[in-house]
């Protein structure tokens, strides 16, 4: 991708950073951050794809009357079956195309979030509500309807998610003795789903060592989510330890305009002395 292709993209997600949550086209940027990670695949025919996918969703939703009515049931079994050939990547799940919007559309293949992006699209189209789930270590989708929720497991085809089910999955990740508690399945915006899709390829870059891929898609994401305090923080550090100290002294200072008091705050002072001291 081109310089001037690149600057389309982060100028899109600028645009998005500025608008209420609700009105986030999902899907759309997810599409912007997997052409600034792969700029060499054809995000045009990405776009296509998702078009494709909502058009298929919106023919199948008027061709189902009850799921259209509020049957949840029956709204699960028309998105699954419009993403039918979609599916969790179980052999290779930390690979990076598994987070890459285009790549997924490509492979059919991806993590719970990357496909619940796909679900979320889908069901928009259709005109049903639906949002997803920060369930510990596994992203999940609610549909909503007039009496409730039901919670699908997109990672697994679909497969919608009973209370035994939701408690055994708590269990897998976080032991034995856990249980279902209050907030464990609370709506994350459509922000907070994207920022967690990016989130992914951050922290593998890091384990990968490439500490300056891992700042730029920082960077990036704080684009669409300026107000993340935590974000420029961890903006900063990276800005430090890569020896870029204008850098890391803008993303700490922008850290302690949004978050100035408690300890985190204290500690990053203390980080902006010494990097102020080694300019001098």
């Known amino acids: 991708m081109s310089e001037t292709h690149l600057a389309e993209a982060r100028a899109a997600l600028d645009a998005a950073g500025i608008l209420p949550d609700d009105e986030i086209d999902i899907a759309g940027v997810a599409l912007q951050f997997a052409r600034i990670d792969a700029p060499e695949l054809d995000w045009r025919s990405a776009a296509m794809d998702l078009s494709v996918l909502a058009r298929e969703a919106v023919q199948a939703a008027a061709a189902a009357p009850e799921a259209d009515a509020g049957d949840l049931e029956a709204r699960r079994g028309v998105l699954a079956q419009v993403l039918r050939d979609f599916a969790g990547d ?43 789930v920060d369930f510990p270590g596994h992203f999940l989708v609610a549909l909503e309807g007039p009496r409730g929720q039901l919670m699908v497991d997109v990672f697994a085809g679909g497969a919608a998610m009973t209370a035994r089910d939701l408690r055994a999955l708590i269990k897998r990740f976080e032991g034995e003795a ?48 300026p107000e993340q305090a935590l974000l420029w923080r961890e903006a900063g550090l990276m800005n430090q330890r890569l020896e870029r100290i204008g850098a890391a002294l803008a993303a700490l200072e922008r850290f302690l305009e949004l978050q100035p008091d408690g300890a985190v705050a204290s500690r990053v002072r203390a980080a902006i002395t010494e990097l102020r001291q080694r300019l001098n």
């Open 178 to 225: 856990a249980e279902l508690r209050p907030g464990l399945l609370a709506p994350m915006g459509r922000r907070a789903v994207l920022l967690r899709l990016q989130n992914n390829i951050k922290l593998r870059r890091q384990q990968a060592d490439d500490l300056e891929g891992a700042l730029t898609c920082a960077e990036d994401m704080l684009r669409l989510a």
């Open 90 to 132: 179980t052999e290779h799940y930390d690979d990076l195309a598994n987070a890459n919007l285009i790549r997924v559309l490509e492979r059919r293949r991806g993590l719970p979030v990357a496909l619940g992006i796909l679900w979320l699209h889908a069901a928009e189209a259709a005109g049903w509500p639906a949002h997803g």
